[in-house]
């Protein structure tokens, strides 16, 4: 079946700090890619996705690039501000399964000031 | 416009009871999804609506849960004689359209369920 593996924190960084949190999946076909974000007492966020490979997604200053031969969608930002804190989840949605999200357990991330 | 809202925000119960959970979507979405959160988790999928009907329960772990969407908007999330491995947070998520890959889903601030 479908599922999504990242990588386990927590992550702590210094601000202005270089950040990668791996992604990696399995799922039949062509899944769209999504990385949520849950920031303190808030609910899930999207913060970026992409559908088809080789496709970027990329949102405030975040990235992520769907590699297929890889099976892969790392989350990347070249400097993190104490802001960015938050639990991170990558996400699947697989057309055979229909339309349901299938997550990661999440990646904690701390930025220190 | 209001976002997914999810009543109530924390629900605490003694292991036996009943429960009802509410999630009210964003206005015209016809797609609704139920996730259940164990702390330390990323969200599982429960149920996912696409209008009235409920088109995937695959993720309902037993027939002690249940849920409905009778007019296509507002759904409850029923758990009968609740258990302590029941306790965790119920996400509630709506799309404009359930079908088409991509859609994103936007998700309501959950409600902490607490079995003693």
């Known amino acids: 079946g479908n599922s999504v593996t990242q990588m386990e924190g927590p992550v702590t960084l210094s601000e202005e700090a270089f950040l990668t949190i791996n992604c990696t999946y399995t799922a039949t076909g062509y899944p769209s890619l999504f990385w949520y974000v849950q920031y303190p007492g808030e609910g899930l966020q999207l913060l970026l996705k992409a559908t088809k490979a080789d496709d970027k997604g990329s949102n405030k200053g975040f990235e992520a690039t769907y590699r297929k031969e890889t099976t892969s969608f790392h989350l990347e930002k070249g400097s993190v501000q104490v802001s960015d804190s938050a639990v991170y989840f990558c996400?699947?949605?697989?057309?055979?399964?229909?339309?349901?999200?299938?997550f990661g357990a999440g990646t904690i991330l701390r930025v220190k000031s | 416009g209001a976002g997914v809202s999810q009543t109530p925000s924390n629900k605490v119960t003694e292991k036996g009871k009943y429960v009802e959970l509410r999630c009210d979507p964003i206005s015209g979405h016809t797609a609704l999804y139920w996730y259940r959160q164990s702390l330390g988790q990323g969200p599982e999928f429960l149920i996912y609506?696409?209008?009235?009907?409920?088109?995937?329960d695959s993720g309902l772990p037993n027939d002690r849960f249940f849920a409905v969407r009778p007019e296509g908007s507002v759904s409850t999330l029923k758990i009968q004689r609740t258990e302590r491995g029941d306790s965790a947070v119920y996400l509630c998520?709506?799309?404009?359209?359930?079908?088409?890959?991509?859609?994103?889903?936007?998700f309501g601030p959950g409600t902490r369920l607490t079995v003693l």
């Open positions: 609506f696409q209008g009235t009907g409920a088109a995937d």
């Open positions: 996400a699947l949605r697989g057309l055979e399964y229909g339309n349901k999200l299938v």
């Open positions: 998520a709506s799309s404009p359209q359930g079908g088409r890959a991509g859609n994103e889903q936007f």
